[in-house]
């Protein structure tokens, strides 16, 4: 094995964090282990603010899980209203800056304030305890209110990220029944206006549980209105009293849904419940990102992804932290807008994906060179392996060597960090998200479920119930069963695989099944495939994962058509727009080669996996054995060496 370098805490660093030293970590680690259901609940005793108390800590009907059982709580009360009440009305909530320029802060009084009205805004427009609402929003600070607001009544929100299409919308509003749509005119990206309300008016076409449209005027851009239907969010809000009871909920009431790609061509509705969720969300923040209050955070993800849910709106916000929240693209109108906003700020923790870092290193060290970044005293890294050279160069030319790098491991389904260093006590190793939290059992096992040896690679599984685990699939409890479930049952199955070094350190490999991450967001190839086939001229498609040097991987597309004459490069060029219209913008593939027939076992499977290694090696040496028609895969080769 090549050698790997070792970080550990600086003596400063150890010496004023939330967790000092690794036998502070392994305290905490044991007494989880040991006994899981005291050491949640006295952290839940003490973290979140209970309307009434809980009976018992844990109950475990497999897969079926509940956490602070009997108890109510409120997640909004205990993002803004517990801090209001300890006397920090004053202190700010959010640094806001749009891309255009434009800035505000919000302190935690004004947040409930904001919160209260709007909320009473859609009490008087009849959403009620138990409704759905989607937002679909961009990154302004009432992307934040809605959520809060919906949590504020017990309405379950599920936010659909602004990249999505209208066809993806509909999808997502259908699936969940929602009866409100909180969205804005649009907002600014790359210096456009990026335009949200049309795509709701095209999904609601199909969509007769909506009841109102909420909508807010971010670019003031041209909107129409359906009478009756659709409501601006000032005339909501408008004349509303700033006081709204927090709506006591059961621990177990269903805060959000999010959709997240599966393998197959349906999404799945990933249900988070609330106190169980709220509490790791809090935690987390403590150990992972050492949050002090004095702190200016910033994570960089958008809320439409569950990295905005869990490390902007519900774990940050339950600890009162400051925060900087960003509407627009790094890269605008420089490729030093992200470092101007660090120092302007004073920003002190940081947060991004990888991807976001290759393609920064990019555009060269002067831009990060031109700004006082000595603010900072914390990085983060999310959403897919970070290779060692872009981890040096986050380390050393953001962080000036002084700043450690949590690596942070965790999906979707798992609600909060599951695998990342504690940065005051773990040493660092460069790519490695190095141990667990406490109270996460994660193991690489075979397909026994026996643990494989120290550097033997597995799949990464997590033996117990955490409390921010995923409750079920909305709607669908068999397919939560089946997916996470059935392989090794009584444990979760990640779906990634992984290996352990001799330190006990995880290091993440990547998905074993058909799930893309490019750019650190999840795709299913199946979900492209059946966007694809939906155009008229395709007959058949596969699609795979091809490594890229900035997203990690993209989105490569093989593709048989209908008899007929088509111009291979016009047709090429409108397969990539209309998987753009049928998914998103960033669902959009790089590449799309055109073939006679596809590499298919005499089953007549599609074999996916001679088509990754054809992308990526250029030519296949695995077993075809199986394979129908060796041909095939000789033609696509070659096709690929003609072009290139
Ligand atoms: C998948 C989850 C977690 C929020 C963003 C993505 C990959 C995520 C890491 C990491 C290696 C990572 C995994 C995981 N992944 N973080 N630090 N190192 N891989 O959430 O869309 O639910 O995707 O992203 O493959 O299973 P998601």
Redesign the pocket.
Known sequence: MSQVNVYPPSAEFVERANVSGMEAYKALYKRAAEKPEEFWGELAKEKISWMEPFSHVFEWEPPFAKWFVGGKTNACFNCVDRHVLAGHGEKVALLFEGEPGDTRKVTYSELLADISRFANGLLKLGVKTGDRAIIYMPMIPEAVVAMLACARLGVTHSVVFGGFSSEALKARIQDLGAKLVITADGGWRRGKEIKLKPAVDEALNDCPTVESVVVCARTKGSVEMVHGRDHWWHAVEAGQSENCPAVPLDSEHPLFVLY?SGTTGKPKGILHTTAGYLLQAAMTMEWVFDLKADDIYWCTADIG???GHSYIVYGPMSRGATQIIYEGAPDTPGFDRWWKIVAHFKATVFYTSPTAIRALIRQGNQWPEAHDLSSLRLLG??????NPAAWEWYYNVIGKGRCPIV???????TGTILIAPMPGAVPLKPGS?TLPMPGVMADVVDLDGNSVGANQEGYLIVRRPWPSMVRTIWGDPQRFQDQYWSRLPGNYF???AARRDEDGYFW?L??VDDVL?VS???LSTMEVESALVRHPAVAEAAVVGKPHEITGQSVCCFVTLKKGDFDHEALGKELRQWVGHEIGAFARPEEIRFSDALPKTRSGKIMRRLLRELVTNNTVAGDVTTLEDLSVITKLAAQHDDEA
């Open positions: 997240t992804w569950v990295t890294s999310v959403g897919e392996p970070i690596d942070t491991w965790w999906q979707t389904e998200g990640t779906g990634d993440v990547g998905r991450n650190g967001h999840r």
